[in-house]
C-alpha cells in the first residue's frame, strides 16, 4: 500500500513525524500562513506512480465562525420538521419540505466585522434563497414585514467573540406567534477538525409547545451547488433555518 507521511509543526513544540498507511492518497502540509496551516491532499492511482497528481484540495483549520458552512445531514436533526410542527404547519407542507432537504444542500455563510461587533449571516436552503441576516451585537433590530407590518424582533450576542453566536427572534407569523433561539458556536473534535454546531430552539405561545432542533454544519471551500425554489411551507419564511 502507499505510505502516507504526516507533519505536524507547532509554536513551542517538538516537530513530530509519524507515517500510517491509508488509501493511495499523499498529502502534505502547506505552512504558507503561520496562522492558518492548510491541508493539500492529492491522489494517485496505486498502477501508475508517475501519473500525474490531481488538483489539490485545501481544507483549512478554522478558529472562528467566519466562512461558509454546509449542513451534514448525517449528523443531528437534518429534519425541520418538529420546528414546523411547533409552528403549526400543515403536514403535507412539512412533507414537501423534508423532501426539499433531501434535494437540496442548505448552507450558512457566516461573516464577522474584525471587531466581532457585527454579523451577516447568508443562507441558502430549500426556502431560503440568499435570505440575508445583518446585525449589530448588542443592538435589537426590528424588521417590519408584509402584510400588515408585523414586526420582527431580533438581537444578537455572544458570550465567545468570533466562536459563539446566539441570535433571539420573535414574530407573528400566519401561523402565531413564535419565538425562536438561535445558537451557533465552534466545537474542535478529537480528530482536530472543526464542526459548527446549531442550536434551535423555537417556541409558540399560543399552545405552549418547544422544539429543540440540534444540526452540524461543516467548513465549505469553493462554490455553492444546487438551486433553492424559495417555495413557502407555511412558516412565513420566518429565518427558520
Known sequence: ?????????????????????????SSRLDLTSDNNPVLLVSKRTMTDSTAADAP???????????GCWKLDRNRGQGSMRGYLETLNVPELAIQAHEKGETETATYH???????????????????????VVELTLGEQRVEYLQPDDRPKKQLATTEDPGKHLKIE???LTVNGMAHVTDIKRIVEEQDGSVVLVQELKITNPQTG?????????????????????????GEDKMDME
Open 1 to 25: 500500500g502507499l505510505v502516507v507521511s504526516f507533519v505536524t509543526l507547532a509554536t513551542g513544540r517538538d516537530k513530530t513525524a509519524f507515517e500510517r498507511s491509508i488509501l493511495p492518497t
Open 56 to 66: 489539490a484540495e485545501a481544507v483549512s483549520k478554522r478558529d472562528s465562525l467566519n
Open 109 to 131: 455563510t457566516i461573516e464577522l466585522s474584525p471587531d466581532h461587533q457585527k454579523v451577516k449571516i447568508t443562507k441558502r436552503s430549500r426556502v431560503n434563497n440568499d435570505l
Open 169 to 171: 427572534s420573535s414574530l
Open 209 to 233: 409547545n418547544s422544539n429543540m432542533t440540534t444540526r452540524y454544519f461543516i467548513p465549505h471551500h469553493g462554490p455553492i451547488d444546487g438551486e433553492t425554489t424559495g417555495e413557502e411551507t
